[in-house]
């Protein structure tokens, strides 16, 4: 009828509403408003959890990198040596690392964290265990790119050493106000500690600790001329020293470049010297073997521990590993969280690393001792 108002229509989803030609009269159900609703709070839930950054860091298992390889870049080699022949290799020598998640500049947020918690090969730290408060990501940056570049050289260093290269003791720190400050400078090399000739750098801080004055008498090169310096010495935390930072340094040896790209931090340096070694003498050292490991090099040639190793274990199996080579003092974190089909062996001197690659590589590997 023309002019009457239209009738309500027979509408189970709700009242009738009036709308433009053509559109649809029937109105949201009470369904969909709840699906939409709970839509909503899911969003807001996921938005706020990315908001929230709890004071954690996550560790998991890292890539590694074969030594004897290419770097990052897939075409330079990890290790580089000139001034002398190098040799083929084959095997691997992997540098394991530990991928770390929630440190400075870069912080978990409320997922990562739940993430974290449903992995168990992941593992949780308090963030304040692992930086201090005021750590920046410059610091931290700075900071494992110096300990990565002390673990290249005293890597090139014992590599050098173990082939017989004659090796210097050269001053690269004098500390300010110390009791070297104005007796000795950056360049001079130590070539004697109360009489006692230096022939590698670790000699000096022992002989300093010797002493039996309270001044040690060095003997030191510098521009050409020796000379006997009388340093008087102090003692923190009960050992001696004089206020020197020392770097071993091989005239006329082969020059050794190692780039690792982004990795950071000291625990490559044996994978490191022990791929130098490989490559300067002939013969394969793995005998084609895929091996593993981590652990510092020292200034007296010894495998220091580190942190992470149980990562470290699971890295080197995803990458195909079939021994790993562990520092003998982080044998209790080993015990027991050997992943299948992986073979620990222990070594605590850089010789005894050489010795475990060698008998791996020849079959003798069952030999060997492990963790345990």
């Known amino acids: 009828m023309t002019g009457s108002t239209p009738a309500p229509t027979d509408a189970p ?22 699906s939409l609703f709970a839509l909503v709070v899911v969003l807001l839930v996921g938005a706020a959890g990315t908001l929230v950054h709890p004071a954690y860091v996550v560790l998991r298992a890292g890539p590694i990198y074969d030594t004897l390889g290419t770097g990052a870049d897939g075409t330079t080699p990890l290790v580089r040596v000139a001034g002398a022949p190098t040799h083929p290799t084959t095997g691997t020598l992997d540098l394991t690392t530990v991928a ?17 918690r ?13 930086y201090p408060p005021d750590a920046t990501p410059e610091a931290v940056k700075e900071e494992t790119a110096a300990q990565m570049a002390g673990s290249q050289h005293a890597a090139a260093a014992a590599a050098l050493r173990a082939l017989g290269h004659a090796e210097e003791a050269r001053v690269e720190q004098v500390v300010p106000d110390g009791p070297a400050a104005v007796l000795l400078r950056r360049g001079d090399v130590i070539t004697a500690v109360d009489g006692t000739p230096v022939r590698r750098t670790a000699q000096v801080s022992t002989l300093v600790q010797e002493a039996r004055s309270a001044a040690v008498s060095l003997g030191v090169r510098r521009d050409g001329t020796t000379t006997t310096v009388r340093v008087p010495t102090r003692t923190l935390e009960g050992r001696r020293y ?38 300067l003498t002939p013969g394969a050292l793995t ?7 981590t652990g510092t090099m020292g200034l007296d040639d010894r495998v220091g521990p580190i942190g992470g190793i149980r990562h ?22 080993v015990v ?12 605590s001197t850089f010789a005894q690393a050489r010795e475990a690659v ?5 079959g003798r590997g069952d030999a060997l001792a492990g963790c345990g």
Request: glycine share 18%; aromatic share 6%; with cysteine.
């Open 13 to 34: 989803d709700g009242p009738f509403r009036p709308i433009g030609p053509g559109g649809s009269a029937r109105a949201l159900s009470r369904r969909t408003i709840v």
């Open 287 to 293: 005998g084609g073997a895929k091996i593993a490991g």
């Open 242 to 279: 004089v206020g020197v930072g020392l770097a071993p340094v091989f005239p006329g040896a082969p020059r050794v470049t190692i780039d690792a790209g982004e990795v950071g931090g000291p625990s490559a340096g044996t994978m490191f010297a022990l791929a130098v070694y490989d490559k």
């Open 312 to 333: 470290k274990l699971v890295g080197a199996v995803d990458g195909g590993a079939a021994w790993f080579l562990a520092p003998a003092e982080n044998c209790p974190e």
């Open 336 to 347: 027991g969280h050997v992943p299948d089909g992986l073979r620990v062996v222990k070594v």
């Open 118 to 130: 449903l992995d168990p090969e992941a593992e949780i730290l308090d963030r304040d265990a692992v």
């Open 100 to 116: 770390q998640y929630g440190g400075p500049g870069h912080p978990l947020d409320l997922w990562d964290l739940l993430g974290a």
């Open 358 to 362: 060698t008998a791996i590589g020849a």
